[in-house]
C-alpha cells in the first residue's frame, strides 16, 4: 500500500492489522505525512508493527515507556533492523513538492517490483473542505481560496494514483468535500472529472463504489448521487457519530469481483446489538 497525507495512520493501520488465516495480507510500502508530530506516531507504528513480526510481541521498552514509566527509549537501540525499515516506510514529506513527487516516484517503481499488486489510500487534508476550516478562512483577511492549495492536493493523490495503478484505491474526507466550491465550481466535480480522465478514451480505468448495508450485510455498491459516498460510523457499529466521504475506486477489469463481496454487519445500538 502506499498511504498518502497519512496522518498519524490510523487508515494504514487498520489495513495493516488485518489478519486472515495467521496471515497480514496488507503491507505498508511507504507512509507519507508532512506534519513532524504525525509523522513520528507514524513511525513509531512503523516500527512497532515490523518490531511485533519479528518477535511476536510489542517491545518491553515500548510497553513502560507507554505506562509512563520511563521516557522514550532510542528506538534504533531496541532493534537497528525494525528501526531502519520504518524509517523508510514513514516519510516525513510535504504533498505537491517536486521533493515528494521524486521520493513517492521511486516508491512506486520498487513496489511494482515486490508486490503482486498495490493499493493507494489515503485523504486530501480536510481543512479546505470542513464547514468549519471554511467558515475560519472566510474570517482570515485578503484569503483568497483559489490561492488555497489545499483545495487541488486531491490532483497529487491523482497524479499517483495514475502512475501507480493500484487494485484498489480508498479516498477518505469529510462531508464538507461534496459542497465545497473554488472559481465556481465543486472540489467534488473537479475530483471525479479528473478520475474519469484515467484511462483509454471511452473506458474508464476505475469504477467507484461505495459502501452500502444491505440487510445484515455490507457490500460495495455502485453510486447515482454524491452523497452515497458518505459513510455514517454508527451504522457501521461504531459508537461515534462520525460522518465521512469515503470512495472506493476498483480496477475496472476487476470490478466484478467487487459485486460479489460481502461481510456481516457489526452489532451497533441502531440495529439493537451491543459494541
Request: hydrophobic share 35%.
Amino acid at each position: 500500500m502506499i498511504d498518502l497525507f497519512a496522518g498519524p495512520g490510523g487508515l494504514g493501520e487498520g489495513f495493516a492489522a488485518l489478519e486472515e488465516n495467521s496471515h497480514h495480507p496488507f503491507r505498508i510500502g511507504i507512509s507519507v505525512e508532512k506534519e513532524a508530530s504525525a509523522h513520528q506516531t507514524l513511525r513509531l507504528r512503523a516500527f512497532l508493527r515490523e518490531y511485533r513480526r519479528k518477535h511476536g510481541q510489542l517491545p518491553e521498552e515500548f510497553i513502560s515507556f507507554h505506562a509512563g514509566e520511563r521516557g522514550e527509549p532510542d528506538w534504533s537501540e531496541v532493534d537497528a533492523e525494525a528501526w531502519e525499515l520504518a524509517c523508510s516506510e514513514a516519510r516525513q514529506l510535504e504533498l505537491g513538492t517536486a521533493e515528494a513527487a521524486s521520493e513517492i516516484d521511486k516508491a512506486i517503481e520498487l513496489l511494482r517490483t515486490e508486490c503482486d499488486d498495490t493499493i493507494l489510500i489515503g485523504g486530501p487534508p480536510c481543512q479546505a473542505y470542513s464547514l468549519v476550516g471554511r467558515a475560519r478562512s472566510r474570517g482570515k483577511k485578503d484569503y483568497v481560496p483559489e490561492k488555497d492549495e489545499r483545495h487541488f492536493l486531491f490532483r497529487e493523490y491523482i497524479r499517483v494514483l495514475d502512475k501507480l495503478r493500484p487494485a484498489v484505491f480508498v479516498m477518505e474526507n469529510v462531508k464538507g468535500m461534496l459542497s465545497s466550491t473554488v472559481q465556481s465550481r465543486r472540489v467534488f466535480e473537479m475530483l471525479m472529472e479528473d478520475l474519469s480522465s484515467l484511462g483509454h478514451a471511452g473506458e474508464e480505468l476505475y469504477q467507484l463504489r461505495a459502501f452500502r448495508i444491505d440487510g445484515d450485510e455490507i457490500r460495495l455498491k455502485e453510486v447515482s448521487d454524491p452523497s452515497e459516498f458518505i459513510v455514517r460510523a454508527e451504522q457501521f457499529g461504531v459508537p461515534q457519530k462520525r460522518h465521512r466521504v469515503i470512495i472506493i475506486g476498483v480496477r475496472s477489469s476487476i470490478a466484478h469481483r467487487a459485486d460479489d463481496v460481502s461481510i456481516p454487519r457489526p452489532s451497533s445500538p441502531e440495529n439493537g446489538g451491543a459494541i
